[in-house]
């Protein structure tokens, strides 16, 4: 079975082939864009190519060669038969003379788009072939008449001419493989693969224009990819940067609140001072009907009196107890080998108004009652009674614009009067300096002995009372002032150590914490061993971190406290 070139008709032999060729050059082609006629079916195809290459696409191409018109005068089948045939041998002419990929020497518009048209137009051209029963009725045509209107065919590359198709099939894949799409595998014509997507080409400028694009696009990809990396990273930043800001503001409300609540538990929370803890106590006691309102106003008025004149009511003093110590240790104490105690010292507790931060100007009261009645310090403090409280705040504020120790002054904000604002041995050294008595600082800033106790502390208190020993004296009363002790959250007064049959250390310590009601149980005439208990502190009961002594010495010189100025203390 052999198949027509141009309308794709099957017939039997070659020379049914011949006959049916001729009925394709009976009839004159038009051109079915311009009408162009008198010319032979190559010319028409290369003329539709060329001048009509716009318009030809497949589906405007398949309308248009249908509608062609024949001059012939024959029956509309015959028409219509002859449009179809004309419309397979355009298409077959452009399958061949228009490879997919055309060399530099062919139009320029003669590119890719022949292939489109080329395939989409024969594959539509089949779709109207005749039926089998007119494929074979062109048997009887002679030879002779289709070899003298049959034109061979031509080469669209070289212009090289071959006698069949089938020839110059051959000589285009053969000569022009490389212009192909697939050339050939006996060609021999060298292949280059694609290193990125493995495509294969057979011209190297073909190759070198495929990977251009190909880097092209991983450029832009890579440009994309840095704005989304940019814009990632911008968008990181903002998230950091929002991260911080609230955890700033966390840190801030923290600070804030840590710092409020150190200022209301230690007085500066501009809560009022002395006078009104006292008043809002007593109003208390009013509403309560513990206190009638004529004693309301009588104790009011006593206070009022001595926060004008600056002296201490004496209602929280005790007096007395360093003699009935004496007198216990001399006749009592069966197991205590000696003791000494300080020179003598009245006991100063707390009262309502300066409940809960008033303990270290109540030690200043204790050891200040000392002084008064030690005749080597009676000429720096001529005249002093024992201050109050909001006195003893006024003389503080009054060393501070002197110059004494402006960190202190910094940090209570240059203010205690009015305020709750607590006091340690800084500030108790700062006021004894001022009234030129002479005073160290001694600092142990760490634990010596096991468990966190303290027994250089005792060491240093059993040194600083034992330089007077008398003799073999179990009970030695010294003239050294009592010493002022100090940690965190409480201050107390030592006014003696007691050293037991056992070599163990206890030191003898007043307590501002401690009301008049249990120290005037000292005073007894036989103290009982159990009331000593609250005034006894081993080395197992000072555990705390940090303690802080202020020790007096003597009295200053006016040289010696300017010098004293900018003199703390010293660590041990």
């Known amino acids: 079975m052999l198949s027509c070139d141009i309308c794709g008709e099957m017939v039997t032999s070659e020379p049914d082939m011949k006959a049916h060729l001729v009925v394709h050059m009976e009839s004159e082609v038009v051109c079915p864009f311009c009408k162009l006629s008198g010319i032979n079916y190559d010319e028409m195809c290369f003329h539709i190519e060329t001048a009509h290459f716009e318009q030809n696409t497949p589906e405007r191409n398949l309308e248009r060669l249908n509608a062609i018109q024949y001059e012939n005068p024959d029956s509309k089948n015959t028409t219509r038969q002859s449009t179809t045939e004309v419309n397979s041998s355009i298409h077959s002419a452009c399958a061949l003379n228009f490879p997919k990929h055309p060399a530099q020497h062919l139009p320029k518009d003669g ?20 039926s089998p029963e007119k494929q074979f009725g062109l048997s009887a045509v002679q030879e002779s008449i289709y070899e003298t209107t049959y034109s061979s065919p031509e080469c669209p590359f070289c212009g090289k001419t071959e006698g069949r198709s089938q020839d110059m099939e051959m000589h285009v894949k053969t000569k022009h493989a490389n212009l192909l799409e697939t050339p050939l595998e006996d060609c021999h014509q060298p292949l280059y693969d694609c290193p990125m997507c493995g495509l294969v080409c057979t011209n190297y400028h073909i190759l070198q224009e495929h990977v251009d694009l190909h880097l092209d696009e991983s450029s832009f990809q890579q440009g994309m990819d840095r704005v989304q990396c940019s814009g990632d990273r911008e968008l990181a930043e903002q998230l950091q940067q929002e991260e911080d800001r609230k955890r700033k503001s966390e840190e801030s409300r923290q600070e804030r609140e840590e710092f ?120 720096c403090l001529k005249g002093m009674s024992i201050p109050c409280i909001p006195k003893i705040q006024s003389m503080i504020e009054d060393a501070w614009k002197e110059g004494f120790d ?40 760490k634990s010596t002995g096991p468990s966190g106790t303290h027994p250089r502390l005792f060491e240093w208190i059993l040194n600083y009372y034992s330089s007077e020993r008398e003799g073999n004296s179990k009970v030695v009363c010294t003239s050294k002032p009592p010493v002022y002790l100090q940690h965190q ?46 005034l006894r502190k081993s080395v197992g009961n000072l555990k705390h971190k940090q303690y802080q002594i202020v020790a007096v010495e003597g009295v200053l010189s006016p040289d010696e406290k300017l010098v004293s100025v900018s003199v703390l203390g010293e660590v041990v």
């Open 111 to 130: 590119t890719l788009k022949h292939e489109a048209l080329c395939a989409g137009s024969i594959t539509e051209s089949r779709k109207y072939s005749k």
């Open 260 to 379: 409020q609540k150190l200022q209301r538990q230690y007085g500066l929370d501009n809560s009022g001072g002395y006078k009104q803890q006292q008043l809002r106590h007593l109003e208390r006691e009013v509403n309560r009907g513990r206190v009638l309102p004529s004693e309301f106003h009588s104790r009011k008025a006593d206070m009022m009196e001595s926060i004008a004149i600056g002296i201490d009511d004496g209602k929280t003093k005790t007096s007395g107890i360093i003699e009935a110590l004496h007198r216990y240790y001399q006749n009592t104490a069966t197991d205590v080998r000696c003791v000494w105690l300080s020179a003598m010292v009245d006991h100063f507790h707390s009262s309502y108004g300066d409940k809960g931060w008033g303990c270290g100007y109540r030690n200043f009261q204790m050891l200040l009652s000392s002084l008064l009645q030690n005749d080597v310090y009676g000429d």
């Open 406 to 445: 402006p960190q202190g002054a910094c940090q209570l904000n240059n203010r205690l009067q009015g305020t709750k604002a607590w006091i340690g041995a800084c500030e108790i050294y700062t006021l004894l300096t001022s009234l030129r008595v002479k005073c160290r600082i001694i600092d142990f800033h």
């Open 489 to 534: 959250g409480h201050s107390r007064t030592i006014v003696g150590i007691e050293e037991r049959k056992n070599r163990t250390l206890c030191l003898l310590i007043f307590d501002p914490g401690c009301p008049s009601r249990e120290m005037q149980k000292l005073l007894k005439q036989d103290i009982e061993a159990g009331s000593l208990r609250q």
